[in-house]
């Protein structure tokens, strides 16, 4: 068979990012719950629903254990936007890479075999890879300003050490 598309793999290299981003979003949602109901029978099943349900059941632990704070505010915003970037993802992963032929040209696309509206084009692919691991690291800010709720000295534990880049040593953050 010959390969008539992605003919420099950058469609495998971007899909592949989405794909182990999204595993690592897919984990993160499952230590979420883990560590909010420890140790509760309850986790197994709640961790093996799929990933929209898990995303919702997050939400609520941390609506449960910190109210309505900006902080949670944050959190299940940027856990909605995983629920429509998951959208892109399942479109990328249950539809082929085509080439689409026009009159005088053609473009790669992966094109809905459900909805002959909705496609992704290389640059949409490339832009989500990078809302996926942006989206990955707002998370992990969300979280610690969590860990801070639960213990303001959190940090205090990095002050005395040489580390560079990971805390803002400019003011009297005391």
């Known amino acids: ?11 495998a290299l971007n899909i592949g990012k989405v794909f182990l981003s999204f595993g ?18 309850i986790v197994y099943h709640l961790t093996n629903a799929p990933l929209a349900q898990r995303i919702n059941i997050v939400i609520d632990l941390a609506k449960d254990k910190y109210g309505d704070r900006e902080e949670v505010q944050s959190f299940s915003k940027n856990l909605n936007k995983l629920l429509e970037l998951a959208k892109k993802r399942n479109l990328i992963a249950h539809n082929p890479l085509m080439m689409v ?6 473009k790669e696309e992966i094109c809905s075999l459900k909805d002959e509206n909705k496609a992704i084009t ?18 992990h800010y969300d979280l610690v300003q969590f ?5 303001p000295d959190y940090l205090s534990a990095f002050k005395n050490k040489k580390l560079t880049g990971l805390l803002d040593t400019r003011g009297n953050g005391d």
Do not use: P
């Open 1 to 11: 068979m010959a390969k008539i598309v992605d003919l420099n793999d950058e469609w």
């Open 24 to 41: 690592s979003l897919e984990k993160f949602t499952v230590d979420c719950i883990s560590k909010w109901l420890d140790g509760q029978r």
């Open 101 to 106: 032929l026009y009159e005088d040209s053609f």
């Open 122 to 139: 290389l640059s949409d692919l490339i832009s989500l890879v990078s809302e996926v691991e942006g989206l990955y690291s707002e998370l």
């Open 147 to 151: 860990h801070l709720i639960d213990d």
